[in-house]
């Protein structure tokens, strides 16, 4: 007990600068994020060089300083008349040290588990049309720099802003080719349905089907009905309303994510069915980025199980004649 009390010396600030750096680690990864979202920086620099992965990027090099400053700096703490103050800095560094590794590891190992898509849909035989208006609005937003309101040519090949297309392929620059072998060339709707699991199996596909499932809702409401409806559930999203158009039965919003301020865009198609009823379909895409890391499976996928949810509330509510006998 009195060598507890007796002062750490060395010891105590080599502990003391361990616990310090796990906390720097806790700012740095919160800095490459919020410092994109704010516009500090860009994303390139925020996700791909201050984040990094487990081969580029400063990332790596933080977590590990940080780890060998805690080993040290506990051995050193145990050794010849252990110190107890430095020992638990130490231990309080390590515990921060491994959440914010294990979240920074667990990212790595999505990205590498997910394919390289930046969108998602729930039909890719009759997809979701973005209107002109949106479509401007993308390449406004992202590639007009010297904010004039037009986007020159040089502009628009330098934002890096991903190319709208009805029926989307994937397309990967020769080093993404050697990440994601055997995906450049296929069409967007293959590689979504190869990676949805099916709920007819019950779960035991979500492993290695890591997207949920995204389907065409149906409802028996009217068109109207269904319309305000939807619309009303995008808003509670907190999702930013790029319009809505009653007559085309569109709506389109944009959703930013928390940490790095991403920008996906999202389109509704609220349609009448030729035997009565109406059908709803979603589809999202991310502004750039060659992998969304499954944000827009997720965010498809949820909103439809949401939007189902309604739907069977809102027929509850509605009293139908009798079919014909």
């Not at 860009?42 to 090099?61: D, E, I, K, P, T």
């Not at 709920?199 to 028996?220: F, L, Q, S």
């Amino acid at each position: 007990m009195a060598s507890a009390i007796q002062s750490s010396g060395w010891r105590g600030k080599l502990a003391g600068l361990a616990l310090a750096w796990s906390l720097f680690c806790v700012v740095w990864f919160a800095a490459a994020a919020l410092g994109s979202r704010y516009g500090l920086w860009s994303w390139q620099f925020g996700l791909g060089q201050m984040q990094g992965n487990v081969n580029a990027g400063l990332g790596r090099f933080v977590l590990i300083i940080g780890a060998v400053l805690c080993v040290v700096g506990l051995i050193a703490a145990l050794i010849r008349n252990p110190r107890v103050r430095p020992v638990m800095l130490c231990l309080g560094a390590i515990l921060i040290l491994f959440m914010v590794g294990g979240r920074w590891f667990g990212f790595q190992l999505t990205a590498l588990a997910l394919p390289p898509l930046h969108e998602a849909s729930t039909d890719w035989q009759d997809p979701v049309p973005f209107s002109s208006n949106l479509q401007t609005k993308r390449e406004l937003f992202q590639c007009d720099r010297n904010g004039d309101g037009e986007v020159s040519d040089a502009e628009r090949g330098n934002c890096g802003l991903n190319a709208y297309e009805l029926y989307p392929t994937v397309t990967l620059p020769a080093g993404a080719q050697e990440r994601w072998p055997g995906f450049n060339g296929k069409t967007v709707e293959q590689v979504q349905r190869d990676f949805e699991w099916d709920p007819a199996a019950g779960g035991d596909d979500r492993e290695e089907k890591p997207y949920p499932p995204m389907h065409t809702a149906t409802t028996m409401l009217d068109r109207d009905t269904t319309f305000e409806l939807v619309a009303d559930l995008a808003y509670k999203q907190g999702w930013e309303f790029i319009g809505a158009n009653h007559e085309a039965g569109r709506i389109e919003v944009t959703a930013t994510t928390t940490w790095y301020g991403f920008k996906d865009d999202i389109a509704f198609r609220v349609r009448p069915l030729e035997a009565g009823g109406t059908e709803i379909d979603m589809r999202s895409m991310s502004r750039v980025g060659l992998s969304d890391l499954g944000a827009n499976a997720r965010r498809v996928g949820d909103f439809m199980e949401k939007l189902d949810r309604a739907l069977a509330e809102a027929e509850a509510t509605v009293s139908y004649p009798p079919d014909p006998q």
